[in-house]
Each structure stands twice: as C-alpha cells, then as structure tokens.
C-alpha cells in the first residue's frame, strides 16, 4: 500500500491512500526524518520512504509551480 504525507500536526501524520482515502499514523510509526510530500510504502507491517516516487512527485509539482508563475 502506498501513501503520501499530506501534512503533519504534532504527533500524527495525515496520509492520502491510493483510494484517496485519508488515514493518519502516529509519527513513531513513519521512518526518521519523514515530511510532507513524502511517498511512503507499508512493507511488512512497516513504513518506508520511496525516495524515487518522492522525488518524480517533487519535480512535477515544481514543474506546474513554475509554469503557473511564469
């Protein structure tokens, strides 16, 4: 299963499920150093970052960003 951080407020973190469901997690479940935006994935009963969907999310959003200011 996959989720992306939406936001975090003191010791949860709002995901989105793939579905579009929203879920939240407490912060000691999700790897150090996770933060909004983040791409995680639960293998095993544990959360992972995956750095490389999080960073291809990353650049298009900074792509749209940069084509709406210009």
């Given at each position: 299963m996959q989720?992306?951080?939406d936001r975090i407020e003191q010791e949860?973190?709002?995901?989105?499920?793939?579905s579009g469901r929203t879920v939240t997690f407490s912060l000691e479940e999700l790897p150090m150093g996770a933060r909004e935006g983040d791409v995680?994935?639960?293998i095993?009963?544990?959360f992972q970052i995956d750095e490389e969907e999080t960073n291809q999310r990353r650049k298009k959003m900074r792509e749209k960003l940069?084509?709406?200011i210009k």
């Amino acid at each position: 299963m996959q989720y992306i951080i939406d936001r975090i407020e003191q010791e949860i973190a709002i995901c989105e499920e793939e579905s579009g469901r929203t879920v939240t997690f407490s912060l000691e479940e999700l790897p150090m150093g996770a933060r909004e935006g983040d791409v995680l994935l639960k293998i095993n009963g544990t959360f992972q970052i995956d750095e490389e969907e999080t960073n291809q999310r990353r650049k298009k959003m900074r792509e749209k960003l940069s084509r709406l200011i210009k």
